[in-house]
T-cell receptor, first 112, second 112 residues
């Protein structure tokens, strides 16, 4: 059973398009996250939701909008994609905001 | 903001050798985590440390939470080829938030 899953695994799209990445966790966790990993492998948090409430919103362009329909799902919608958005995006979850985080397999986004 | 300095950036070792890597911070963390990332995969939690001075082992891996709360190290004993990957340290302040700050990663290469 996959604990934290993301779809799609790969996403290739053109500049200006709008795309979404979906994340689901079956661990019963209350808190979910989105991270961005750049080409130098640096991991940086973007958003965090606890029980469907947004608790972390880093300095991210407002073209990125997270949505949590329920505790087990956290989706990331990106409008007007730019070349600089190309990266690997990871979803993660934790029991609550103070516990260790478990990561999904990542979505490699390539904007051409 | 908080920053973690992780060293070394890369290591090339022979199978059977022991490995040591560390992270230092300019500020205090209440939790230290160590993750390993294989190519094309998400980071996998190796060890979580919750108390200053804590020494925890997971098989051939041993990690310690520095007494000053500003550093942590990870040792791998008797390395094997499947130890290859990127190792990340991460610090969490808590209990005020769930934001994880990641180090830049240590790329480990093990020559058989």
């Amino acid at each position: 059973d996959t604990a934290v899953s993301q779809t799609p695994k790969y996403l290739v799209t053109q500049m200006g398009n709008d795309k979404s990445i979906k994340c689901e966790q079956n661990l019963g966790h209350d808190t979910m996250y989105w991270y961005k990993q750049d080409s130098k492998k640096f991991l940086k948090i973007m958003f965090s939701y606890n029980n469907k409430e947004l608790i972390i919103n880093e300095t991210v362009p407002n073209r990125f909008s997270p949505k949590s329909p329920d505790k087990a799902h956290l989706n990331l919608h990106i409008n007007s994609l730019e070349l600089g958005d190309s990266a690997v995006y990871f979803c993660a979850s934790s029991r609550d905001r103070f516990y260790e985080q478990y990561f999904g397999p990542g979505t490699r986004l390539t904007v051409t | 903001g908080q920053q973690l300095n992780q060293s070394p950036q890369s290591m090339f070792i022979q199978e059977g050798e022991d490995v040591s890597m560390n992270c230092t911070s300019s500020s205090i963390f209440n939790t230290w985590l160590w993750y390993k990332q294989d190519p094309g995969e998400g980071p996998v939690l190796l060890i979580a440390l919750y108390k200053a001075g804590e020494l925890t082992s997971n098989g051939r891996l041993t990690a310690q939470f520095g007494i000053t709360r500003k550093d942590s190290f990870l040792n791998i004993s008797a390395s094997i080829p499947s130890d290859v990957g990127i190792y990340f340290c991460a610090g969490q302040v808590g209990p005020s938030g769930s934001r994880l700050t990641f180090g830049e990663g240590t790329q480990l290469t093990v020559n058989p």
